[in-house]
């Protein structure tokens, strides 16, 4: 059993930068770890998901070469560096986490473990 508990949303001006962090509880090795968000009226979408062993990553489109996911296994957590940040980036963002093997191909229902959201908004 995996929990995942996000922090560090929050309100930025457009340009700004924000940092989100998702603790593991009870994590284990051989696990995909990814970022959705979901906008008002809109379905989660993928942000970026990174693959374990070898740590692989991918990006949605829109974000590429501005947001970075990382992780860091001493501590169980993985993280997502938001730079240049863009009023339409405004959105719950919610941490996931899968045990499959296809992770950077996976989608939003691959993911069987979800934290529970935190916002974050840009201003223009």
């Known amino acids: 059993q995996v929990q995942l508990v996000e922090s560090g949303g929050g309100s930025v001006q457009a340009g700004g930068s924000l940092r989100l962090s998702c603790a593991a509880f009870?994590?284990?090795?051989?696990?995909?770890m990814g970022w959705f968000r979901q906008a008002p009226g809109k379905e989660h979408a993928v942000v970026a998901k990174?693959?374990?062993?070898?740590?692989?990553?991918v990006y949605a489109e829109s974000v590429k070469g501005r947001f970075t996911i990382s992780k860091e296994n001493a501590k169980n957590t993985f993280d997502l560096q938001m730079n240049s940040l863009k009023p339409e980036d405004t959105a719950m963002y919610y941490c996931?986490?899968?045990?499959?093997?296809?992770?950077?191909?996976?989608?939003?229902?691959?993911?069987?473990?979800w934290g529970q959201g935190t916002q974050v908004t840009v201003s223009s």
């Open positions: 990174i693959a374990d062993g070898g740590g692989s990553t």
């Open positions: 009870g994590y284990t090795s051989n696990t995909c």
């Open positions: 996931a986490a899968a045990y499959i093997s296809y992770c950077l191909a996976a989608g939003r229902w691959d993911f069987g473990y």
